[in-house]
């Protein structure tokens, strides 16, 4: 991913694609998504360290809803709002949801949430932020919904992401098949852009490991992790093209295993204490979602 800003036009996402592929992958996708599980563990452990109530928590990219029930469990009376792109995402996290653990389910994109302005409490993203084109407009959506002091915790990855499969395919072809990731101290300022306050932004590496690469594109494409931008290659990659990646790859083998690393950026930041600029005009549609905002202390 790339800042919208700018962006080469051969690393832009093509959002249908992006909808289609995890809707694909939504069946298998708990099986193959260990690195998404270990990330998510540690973005809800850091919540620890914060000290807020929430009313209304929006799960921003919920995938099959593992992080919806986390949250529901940790805010037992508040009202949590799984909302992502994939139809198919949704319908799996309904079968996690229990008659304690219930949570909305929505689907929407994050450039354009379908929610009142100032009406949310928490703003809650694991590794959706790398598939959407644009972080600014992402990142004014969440201001646009919190409530003044209501915190944005996320994270997504970093450019190191995958960067033997990059440099394996260029290689071989030197065409675009693995994403841009945006660095940390640019989300940082899109975040300071978007008017949020006191950003805090670190930087972790993770290490999965493969006895051939074919493994690693099984588990990319299980996930719905296909290569979505505008200048990927069309129609199938021929035998020779990819034996000559996997033999770039094999440059990476260290003790019989082949590395595949993801530098994972967390942030949080917190809206002002000021009113929050209302854009809704432009940006919200009806949707099931009238209780949002509502405070209640009563439990599900």
């Known amino acids: 991913m790339s800042s919208g800003r700018g962006i080469p036009d051969e690393f832009r996402l093509d959002g249908r694609e992006v909808r289609r592929s995890f809707g694909r992958a939504a069946h298998d996708y708990d099986a193959a998504a260990v690195l998404q599980a270990q990330v998510r563990k540690e973005l809800l452990d850091r919540l620890d360290l914060v000290r807020i109530e929430p009313t209304v928590v929006l799960d921003l990219g919920a995938g099959t809803g593992h992080a919806s029930v986390a949250l529901k469990r940790r805010y037992r009376s508040s009202q949590v709002v799984a909302l992502d ?126 006895l051939e690469v074919r493994d690693l594109m099984r588990d990319l494409k299980s996930i719905g992790a296909h290569n979505a931008t505008a200048g990927r290659p069309r129609g199938l990659t021929g035998k020779g093209t990819l034996a000559r990646m996997v033999d770039a790859y094999e440059d990476y083998r260290r003790g019989g295993r082949l590395p595949a690393t993801y530098e994972v950026v967390f942030g949080h930041a917190w809206a002002p204490v000021t009113a929050p600029r209302d854009r809704s005009a432009s940006t919200e549609v009806s949707v099931p979602l009238t209780k949002i905002g509502r405070r209640s202390h009563a439990s599900e």
């Open 85 to 210: 792109l994939a139809e198919g995402m949704l319908q799996e996290a309904e079968r996690r949801q229990t008659l304690l653990r219930r949570f909305r389910r929505v689907c929407a994109d994050a450039a354009a949430l379908p929610v009142r302005s100032g009406s949310v409490d928490m703003v809650f993203s694991n590794l959706m932020l790398q598939w959407c084109d644009d972080p600014d407009r992402v990142f004014g959506e969440c201001r646009r919904v919190l409530k003044p002091g209501g915190l944005l915790t996320l994270a997504t990855f970093g450019p190191d992401t995958l960067v033997e499969l990059r440099r394996a395919w260029a290689a071989a072809d030197g065409r675009t098949h693995v994403n841009r990731f945006i660095d940390m101290h640019d989300l940082g300022d899109a975040l300071v852009r978007s008017g949020f306050a006191e950003p805090v932004m670190d930087v972790e590496r993770y290490t999965l490991t493969y």
